[in-house]
């Protein structure tokens, strides 16, 4: 098995678990104005809340953003498999250089899966 096509299996396994976790792990927020309430997780939702018909758009943006995340890193995880296929790879700097940028894409992604919040249109608590 080349670099590449190993690079590329351990680049699109990683975006399987960001996948998971933003659907299975990282909840999804709604955001009122004053704080955001947690409205549980895509795979096991929240429905106890009195925000609850707020809670499956925030679910559903949770969900996106989760998918979009897995789709931009399995396009850098797909990187090592082309630079394999036009040139072959055999140094350690264009590993370490892709394992460095992976993982910092990785964190970006999964960072910005936990600030994704929903803000409704309409107004829920009319005080």
């Not at 996948?19 to 709604?30: D, F, I």
């Amino acid at each position: 098995m080349s670099p590449g096509s190993r690079l590329t299996s351990f680049g699109l396994l990683a975006a399987v678990v960001v996948v998971v976790l933003g659907t299975a792990v990282m909840g999804g927020h709604v955001d009122l104005g004053g704080a955001s309430i947690r409205c549980g997780t895509v795979v096991n939702p929240d429905r106890a809340h009195e925000i609850s018909s707020a809670c499956g758009p925030a679910r559903a943006r949770q969900l996106r953003a989760a998918l979009m995340a897995g789709a931009v890193l399995v396009v850098v995880a797909i990187v090592p498999a082309v630079v394999q296929r036009r040139r072959p790879v055999t140094g350690r700097k264009f590993v370490l250089a892709w394992a460095v940028g992976f993982v910092i894409v990785t964190v970006v992604a999964l960072v910005w899966l936990g600030t994704v919040t929903y803000t409704p249109d309409t107004i829920f608590f009319d005080l």
